[in-house]
């Protein structure tokens, strides 16, 4: 005698393994219905699996980009503020210098003036954004402009050890006032000037590097996003605020007052145009960021769309499925409960 393939093991055997897979597939749509994506990505898609993978790894590259864009567009904007109140300052200190040249009377005034200006020239060098200097080119982590004001500062220092080694007098000294206009102007050509160019603007004036951030705007461009406090255009504001204000002005002989003013007014004439002229610049860098982001959002919104393409299920047709396998598991369970009652016993 032997035992037949239907038995009673057998049958609750089948019985398992049908609900086991009825209660699998319920919970794979069920994911699939509250996710609104495939459940397994790699089994559904098969070969196809490598073009999606393929376009995710596009899309996340270029909304990173998009992500830096942003933070480049905050940095030029900031940039642009900074610069806008420096231009707007000298444009102010120079219409007070034209207007008052005649007048040495006023040096008390102008000097007032300058020192405010330096001050702000130098905070708005010192600009931070998110912990980096903006001005600072590529060495972001360091202060770039320091503080004239400072009696200790390395600028200060110098400014002072030119002036008495060129006169032999320190600025506060009213002998001052015997310096001729021939002499000052030699000073202000030469040691003075010098201050402002390199190596001794790096050296006490600026930690600044010249070489600038650079950011990628897309895929194949990338702009130049700052502009460093070594450019032209800010040493010849600092010249000009320094001149105005720690050259003994207020004892100078009306002569001497005028050859520095001129020389002052020089100054602010090429800041202004310099600083005019590194907005505009970043105006365009500006605009080419908008166009490279509004570009980007469109690729990658048309990569989202084909990954949604690939990836994504169709909810209404994934509910009428998971309601199916619903009613198919409840009777699985009603047909499993009917059978586990059968026995042989009540046929006998």
Do not use: C
């Not at 009306?254 to 001129?262: H, L």
């Not at 145009?273 to 970043?282: F, I, P």
């Amino acid at each position: 005698m032997k035992t037949t393939y239907i038995s009673t093991i057998s049958l609750s055997d089948a019985s398992r393994r049908q609900i086991q897979s009825q209660a699998s597939l319920v919970q794979k749509l069920g994911v699939e219905l509250s996710s609104g994506r495939k459940y397994d990505v790699g089994l559904d898609l098969g070969t196809r699996t490598g073009e999606a993978v393929s376009i995710r790894a596009e899309f996340h590259f270029l909304h990173g980009i998009i992500d830096t864009n942003a933070l480049a567009a905050s940095r030029l904007d900031v940039s642009q503020a900074a610069m806008n109140d420096i231009l707007s300052d000298a444009q102010d200190f120079l219409s007070t210098l034209v207007a008052l040249r005649e007048n040495d009377s006023s040096s008390d005034i102008v000097k007032a003036d300058a020192i405010g200006n330096m001050e702000l020239l130098t905070s708005r060098l010192n600009t931070q954004l998110n912990g980096n200097f903006m001005f600072a080119g590529i060495n972001t982590d360091q202060e770039p402009l320091a503080d004239y004001a400072d009696p200790a500062s390395p600028n200060k220092i110098a400014a002072d050890a030119a002036f008495l080694a060129e006169f032999g007098i320190t600025q506060a000294n009213p002998a001052v006032s015997a310096i001729t206009p021939a002499a000052m102007d030699t000073y202000l050509n030469g040691a003075f000037d010098a201050m402002f160019q390199d190596p001794a603007w790096g050296a006490t004036w600026s930690t600044a590097s010249d070489n600038v951030m650079v950011s990628r705007i897309s895929a194949s461009e990338t702009v130049t996003s700052s502009v460093s406090a070594n450019e032209q255009a800010f040493r010849d504001l600092a010249a000009a605020y320094t001149m105005m204000s720690d050259l003994g002005n207020e004892n100078l002989d009306p002569g001497t007052w005028k050859t520095v003013v001129d020389k002052a007014i020089e100054k602010l004439g090429t800041g202004i145009a310099g600083v005019t002229s590194e907005m505009g610049k970043l105006g365009n860098v500006q605009e080419q960021v908008n166009l490279a982001s509004e570009r980007l959002k469109v690729q990658t919104d048309i990569l989202n769309s084909r990954v949604n393409d690939l990836e994504n299920v169709n909810l209404e047709e994934t509910s009428v499925r998971l309601n199916t396998a619903l009613t198919q598991l409840e009777t699985t369970y009603a047909v499993t409960a009917r059978m586990q009652g059968l026995s042989i016993l009540n046929y006998l």
